[in-house]
């Protein structure tokens, strides 16, 4: 079986000092912290709306930390930023104002002049470039057509679907077994929790996860340090 990472996206630390407008907590002592417990890589969203994460922080993330995914939009300053720091992956996302968080994936059905000139100025940087998507085999086959690496699969539906239905995981299952056999790494994340990870990380191909929400709420009790490793067992648990 593949090794799976774990990503923590430490963008909700960034909320908490938004509240304020202050300069604590400070999403940098977050990721090192995450680090330190073992986590793979850190991840943040730098948001056009710049509702958590901001410039600064991404500035002083990416040479800071050991492994950097950045989520972006095709948002044309953001993709600027990106391309100076090069960070070691770019996550591309959609992203809607009025969203709480991001509801779903890409739209990959219609012809993206946007979206491809984003991948193509993220690859020129050096970024290894992912794609955010639902777990549909047409959506799966035009990411692959794009030409990239690898794909985060949306785990939303099955996060917050209704528990008894087996639907959303097998949903997963299915896409990360086409995905792998098109040869597209496959990552998946959104809504993930202590309570609902372990199914997911049980995925054969699924080689790496992104959580945040609820390893930053979990921190806020046991500390950032427990939280990760608290999750990183699961994770592991899961895969023996
Ligand atoms: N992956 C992507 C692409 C996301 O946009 C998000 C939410 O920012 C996550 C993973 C993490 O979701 P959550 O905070 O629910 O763990």
Redesign the pocket.
């Known amino acids: 079986m593949i090794p799976q990472r774990l990503y923590v996206?430490i963008?909700?630390v960034a909320t908490v000092r938004q509240a304020r407008r202050t300069d604590e907590p400070d999403p940098l002592e977050a990721a090192r912290l995450a680090e330190a417990a073992g986590a793979d890589g850190i991840?943040v969203?730098l948001r056009e709306d710049r509702r958590h994460i901001q410039d600064a922080d991404v500035e002083r993330l990416a040479p800071a930390v050991r492994v950097l995914n950045l989520?972006l939009a095709t948002s044309p300053d953001v993709l600027a930023i990106a391309c100076r720091l090069r960070p070691y992956q770019a996550?591309i996302?959609p992203e809607r104002r009025e969203e709480v968080?991001?509801e779903g994936g890409l739209d990959l059905s219609r012809p993206a002049p946007r979206l491809r000139e984003t991948i193509r100025r993220l690859e020129e940087a050096g970024a290894r470039v992912s794609l955010?998507i639902d777990p549909e085999p047409a959506t799966l086959d035009a990411a692959k057509d794009l030409g990239v690496p690898a794909v985060?699969l949306?785990?939303?539906r099955y996060?917050h679907g209704r528990r008894r239905s087996e639907a959303p995981l097998d949903e997963l299952r299915r896409a990360a077994r086409h995905a792998a056999d098109m040869g597209l790494a496959v990552?998946?994340?959104?809504?993930?929790?202590y309570r609902n990870v372990v199914p997911v990380a049980s995925i054969a191909e699924i080689e790496e996860l992104?959580?945040?929400?609820?390893?930053?709420s979990r921190a806020l009790t046991v500390g950032m340090r427990a939280a990760v490793e608290e999750m990183l067992h699961l994770v592991r648990d899961a895969r023996r």
């Open positions: 996206n963008d909700h991840t969203h989520e996550t996302v968080t991001t955010f985060e949306h785990t939303g996060a990552h998946a994340g959104h809504g993930l929790t992104n959580i945040g929400h609820s390893i930053v």
